[in-house]
């Protein structure tokens, strides 16, 4: 999995889903893809 699609990946996971334990694990992984990660979240 390349970087672009792993930021995506662990958007839709951590900040597009209301399970909270995951979105505090996985905000730290996608924090540097913070745009990548918006449209990701848009999209969905």
Known sequence: MDTNQYCIVGCILSRCNLNTT????????????????AQACLKN
Not at 24 to 31: L, P
């Open 22 to 37: 995951t979105k505090i694990q996985n905000m730290k992984k996608v924090e540097s893809c913070s745009k990548e990660c």
